[in-house]
């Protein structure tokens, strides 16, 4: 069964640091993988999606993400964060057949200033 | 161009009560998925149509909830009786296809009490 696992609930950085926001997930054929953004009561915004070709995919927001098949992670990264980037964060997972989509449990980030 | 829109924001009912949802898709999208957040259980897909017809509604928790696509540019979503677990809030998002990036409403934030 397909799954998604974000190992970290809660994480804090400093602004200007650099984020790296981990993702494993587990399927059996090749993966669409997509990161969204949630800010406080509002809907998720595609950050960036995976579905083939280069590995190393840019997205929204100076965010890029890597796709690295033989870990089955897709960690998303940010040279340095800004405090606007405060929200959560969630992974997901989908097939190329269907529409179905799974979530992660979602990361928190909080920005320091 | 106008986003995904859901109605009500914001809904307090009692149990018991009939509950309906209502999404408008962004024009062009074939695909229309609902979703229900909680803290305990995440991000969980309830049912998504395409093109107007029910693909998957195995996340659809029981009986008392039923969703419908009359047509391309509306859908609801409905609980009766409604209970107070059902306490969540409810995202509708829809795609250009089934397997392309999915477009968040901002929610209805559901409270039974």
Not at chain 1, 34 to 55: E, M, R
Not at chain 2, 26 to 36: E, Q, V
Not at chain 2, 58 to 86: V, Y
């Amino acid at each position: 069964a397909q799954s998604v696992t974000q190992p970290d609930i809660h994480i804090t950085v400093s602004e200007g640091a650099s984020l790296e926001l981990r993702c494993n997930y587990s399927y059996g054929a090749t993966p669409y993988l997509f990161w969204y953004v949630q800010s406080p009561g509002q809907g998720l915004q595609l950050l960036l999606k995976y579905f083939s070709g280069d590995t190393l995919v840019q997205g929204i927001k100076g965010f890029e993400a890597e796709f690295k098949r033989s870990q089955s992670s897709f960690n998303l990264r940010k040279p340095s964060v800004h405090w606007s980037d405060a929200a959560e964060y969630f992974c997901a997972v989908g097939s190329g057949n269907t529409g179905k989509l799974i979530f992660g449990q979602g990361t928190t980030l909080q920005v320091k200033p | 161009d106008a986003g995904v829109i859901q109605s009500p924001r914001h809904e307090v009912t009692e149990m018991g009560q009939e509950v309906t949802l209502r999404c408008k898709p962004i024009s062009g999208h074939n695909s229309l998925f609902w979703y229900r957040q909680t803290m305990m259980r995440g991000l969980e897909l309830l049912i998504y149509f395409n093109n107007n017809v029910p693909i998957d509604d195995s996340g659809m928790p029981e009986d008392r909830f039923s969703a419908k696509m009359p047509n391309a540019s509306f859908s609801t979503l409905k609980i009766q009786p409604s209970e107070p677990r059902d306490s969540a809030v409810y995202f509708c998002a829809s795609s250009f296809k089934e397997n392309q990036p999915q477009h968040f409403g901002d929610g209805t934030r559901l409270s039974i009490l």
